[in-house]
């Protein structure tokens, strides 16, 4: 595989990062997640200005332009055949001798970008059988709006999923759902779907923009607002969205059937118009 490593295009084994990166020492980095469908980027100005947000936010300016970022991604996705799949994109605030303190502005950052292929990623079986949920404490930081390589809780979620016999976890915090560990979370309740409001709790995904709109456009009702773990089991279906999923239904939680137990027609129609909308 080909990937890219600050200006270059190397083979994946010459590919190097110092070891005083201090994406590698503080998580001082942001990343993009952004999703190939038969060869088209998917979302890309979406992902590109969040970007830019959380660079922001931590007082890092772009590196690169919006038009530079889309020739590499093209170019990886080109040169590594990628089909269906993933381009995995990092900023760090590049490497600098350890200390807590942020380095001098004129360090260059390191930028990284690498192309995942998932062959049948619109095909997933999941979308057919539908995901079980747990729910766990929210023990993230508080800047969730950023999007940050610092993604040991979430990673730790996804193994207490596994653990318990669940695919994903959906984490809580004074009593509400926040979001899942790498997606936003939604339930359905009549003709309603609930999802979480945009704040500093959870990611603002782009997906979730793209399926809020798609859902008002068909005139479906939503409302942005927290929801309880109470609500969720007595909801009629749930589902998640991301970049890596599209929206992708939730049957279980907690060890009980959410709605029927088995994927509801809201969650299929929002993943249809989706990937209508998008390929
Ligand atoms: N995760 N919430 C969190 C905590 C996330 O990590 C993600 C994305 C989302 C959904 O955002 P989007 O629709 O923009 O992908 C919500 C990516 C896919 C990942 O970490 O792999």
New binding site residues.
């Given amino acids: 595989r080909t990937v890219y490593v600050n200006g270059d295009y190397l083979p994946e084994e010459d590919a190097k990062i110092s070891v005083f990166d201090r994406g590698f020492l503080f998580a001082d980095g942001v990343y993009e ?1 952004t999703s190939v469908l038969g060869g088209k980027i998917l979302d890309f100005d979406g992902h590109t200005v969040r970007l830019e947000r959380s660079l922001k936010e931590l007082g890092m300016g772009m590196p690169l332009s919006r038009d530079e970022l889309l020739a590499i991604h093209r170019k990886l996705v080109a040169d590594n055949g990628i089909d269906d799949g993933l381009v995995y994109l990092q900023i760090t605030r590049g490497a600098a001798d350890r200390d807590f303190a942020y380095p001098d502005p004129d360090t260059p950052q390191s930028v990284v970008l690498f192309t995942q292929s998932k062959p049948g990623l619109a095909e997933s079986p999941m979308a057919k059988e539908g995901m079980k949920i747990i729910s766990i404490p929210d023990e993230r930081w508080g800047r ?1 709006d950023i999007k940050t390589v610092q993604l040991l809780y ?1 990673s730790m979620g996804k193994m207490m999923a596994k653990a318990a016999g669940a695919h994903d976890a959906w984490m809580t915090e004074d009593g509400h759902v926040t ?6 979370a939604y339930i359905v309740k009549g003709n309603t779907i609930v999802t979480r409001h945009l704040g500093n709790e ?2 603002h ?4 923009a793209a399926v809020l709109r798609f859902a008002r456009e068909a005139q479906m009702q939503v409302e942005e607002r927290a929801f309880t773990l109470d609500e969720a089991a007595e909801a009629d279906e749930a589902f998640i ?4 999923t599209f929206v992708m239904p939730v049957v279980e939680l907690d060890g009980a059937p959410i709605g029927t137990g088995r994927p509801g027609p809201v969650a299929a129609r929002l993943r249809e118009i989706y990937l209508d909308e998008s390929r």
């Fill in positions: 997640v969730r979430p979001e899942g560990t790498s997606n936003n959870i990611l995904g782009i997906t979730r969205t991301s970049a890596s």
